[in-house]
């Protein structure tokens, strides 16, 4: 939301601030609390009825009626339903308009109401081979159709990586399980987007869950849409808004934990998954059957560019780099790969490296899979430091293992002590299924 719609917002429900009056100000309250289900249970419009994203809010505000509430006071309902989104969103419950409060309003955020924690609805895909489509694209900031190809193969990915769902694009959208879309205004679900800021996106559960809309995501045309991190002013990750839409098309309602990518509020790129992601999707489809997880230790790492380190030492299974200042390199694992088991072609989930950094002066900005010299998924902008022992890659489709496996690794240095400018790898490895 650009900062002069969020001052415009603010200053509208400020009025409200503590007081139980009529207002038109509590009545934009009201139409937001009732867009995203605080005020009725959502079960009618996104159970095995139509399943829909919160409808306009003309339509919230009238439909208030039904619910005992009074349009434009803050009776007990409205402070009552301002408590659950208080409590569902992590603030202090005051059932007031506080600063905290507005903030959060104002918050760009997914379409979906935030109904309850990893809450299944009862249904998932009935195949783990699922396959998506482009109905259109967005040429926002240059954004070309093999960059968005590659974006949202990296959303899926995270999912990939932890069930036995893949993934794969087809040419026709209209034969696609999930279709994909970018859209402004009414685009004929009877749920239409906002503008600028606010809504950023909605989508569809599994069937059989909304007819022909099942699993389908739908992004709003109206947002400023990048891939690059930093985003820039004004501008959405779709990579992280897209996995997030995913997890819905998937079976996932919001979640209350706050850090998680199925929180219901944009705050900044996210492109992995939080352990309560990983705990909501692997209820739904379970995890995956290993049939080979070849590792290799940290010794065995190669160095795209030796003369950008200024030291580099290898010690028992690992291997410390410390790079020069303002430098980026590559590192390359060349994993052992059995390729074929029981006559079968063993195929690959994802890479899984063992790593960490002593600030944020050394990121892993990159990694990308490759089976032999082509590149089979690509995870950018990861802007990953700290301590990460076990951090999973996925390949979104899964693909057979033909050539051996290679994961390259992207890192650039900042400024600061010699120390600050250090990593170490422990180990790389995959898991193959058959």
Known sequence: MSEVAEKKSTKKLKKAEYVPQKSTDISELQKHLQLFGYFNPSDAAFGTGNNRPPQPEDAALESLKSSYVEPGTMDAATVEALKKYQEFHGLKITGKLDKETLEELDTRRCGMPD???????????????????????????????????????????????????????????????????????????????????????????????????????????AESWTINIPTGSGKVDLVTVAAHEFGHSLGLRHSSVNGSLMFPSYSGP?????????????????????????????????????????????????????????????FHFALPTPVIKDQKRLKIVCAILRFRTFSNKALVNHVHIYDGYTKIAAHNNLNLSGDNWFKK????????VYWGLGISIGVSFGTGSLNERRMDFVAAGCDLIN
């Open 115 to 221: 109904l309850g924690e990893f809450s299944t609805h009862g249904n998932k895909w009935s195949t783990m081979n699922l396959t998506y489509g482009f109905d259109n694209y967005t040429t926002d900031n240059g954004l070309t159709q093999a960059a968005i190809h590659e974006a949202i193969e990296q959303a899926f990915a995270l999912w990939a990586a932890e069930t036995p769902l893949s993934f794969r694009r087809v040419a026709n959208s209209a034969s696609a399980d999930i279709r994909i879309k970018f859209v402004s205004g009414p685009h004929g679900d009877g749920s239409s987007f906002d503008g600028p800021g606010g809504v950023l996106a909605h989508a569809y559960y599994p069937p059989p869950n909304a007819g022909a809309l099942a699993g389908d995501a739908h992004f709003d045309e």
């Open 270 to 330: 996210m492109r992995y998954l939080h352990g309560d992601d990983v705990a909501g999707i692997t209820t739904i489809y379970g995890g995956y059957s290993i049939e080979s997880a070849p590792w290799i230790h940290g010794t065995s790492i190669q160095v795209e560019f030796p003369d950008r380190l200024e030291q580099i030492t290898r010690a028992g299974f690992y291997t410390y780099l410390y790079g020069k200042p303002n430098t980026t390199n590559w």
């Open 393 to 400: 890659f996925g390949v979104a489709d899964k693909p057979s």
